[in-house]
């Protein structure tokens, strides 16, 4: 499996995959395709963060990490979500999608980013260190039911990053 920089000539391949994926997953709007195609044609998005996990001249994974805000009462602040996660369903629970997490987090660091937010299980994305936003007196723009609250989640790419910042975050 090599792990690369989506291109633009990917993006059908791309749009079918997540498309497929959610069909299959817990929590879906079915709208995620349409998601990912808004990013992509916004200022939201850093393509040095859209990856694809590919095998045999065929994409299996994807990965989309895309600016957001933070604001608070100082002001606005800049950081990243985790805005889609995708894996072909016949290619799931072998690693790609750890391996895409991981690879984009990487990235994410080396290019400065300070911090990650994401709306997701939180029984999945513990694993990669993400915590739930709360504990950093960080909230989700729109109500969140008590029992949805967890997956409201955030990773300090730079420890302290998150440090005295009470806001709200667009997801
Ligand atoms: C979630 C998803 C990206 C995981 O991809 P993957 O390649 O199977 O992930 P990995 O192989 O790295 O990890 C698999 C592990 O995560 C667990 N896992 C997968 N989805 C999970 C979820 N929603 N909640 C909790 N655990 C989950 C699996 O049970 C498995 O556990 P194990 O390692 O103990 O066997 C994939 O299942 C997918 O595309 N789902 C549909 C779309 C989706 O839900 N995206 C994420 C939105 S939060």
């Known amino acids: ?3 690369r920089q989506e291109t633009e ?3 059908g391949e791309v749009y079918a995959l997540i498309k497929t994926a959610f069909e299959t997953a817990a929590i879906s709007d079915g709208d995620e395709q349409e998601y990912y195609a808004r990013i992509r044609r916004s200022d939201t998005c850093i393509p040095e963060l859209s990856l694809v996990a590919e095998q045999d001249g065929r994409i299996i994974g994807h990965i989309m990490l895309a600016r957001t805000l933070v604001r608070s009462k100082t002001g606005e ?45 939180h029984r999945y994305y513990g694993r990669f260190g ?11 723009k729109e109500d969140v039911p008590r029992e949805m609250l967890d ?12 440090d ?6 667009d997801l």
């Open 1 to 3: 499996m090599n792990i």
């Open 77 to 121: 602040h800049e950081f990243l979500v985790l805005a889609i996660l995708s894996v072909a369903e016949e290619r799931r629970r072998s690693g790609v999608g750890s391996a895409l997490a991981r690879a984009a987090l990487d990235r994410a660091t080396r290019l400065g980013h300070r911090a990650v937010f994401l709306a997701g299980d």
């Open 164 to 169: 005295g910042i009470k806001g709200v975050v």
């Open 130 to 140: 993400f915590v739930p936003a709360s504990e950093y007196s960080i909230r989700y």
């Open 9 to 11: 000539g990917d993006f």
């Open 151 to 162: 997956n409201i989640m955030a990773l300090e790419l730079t420890p302290g990053s998150l």
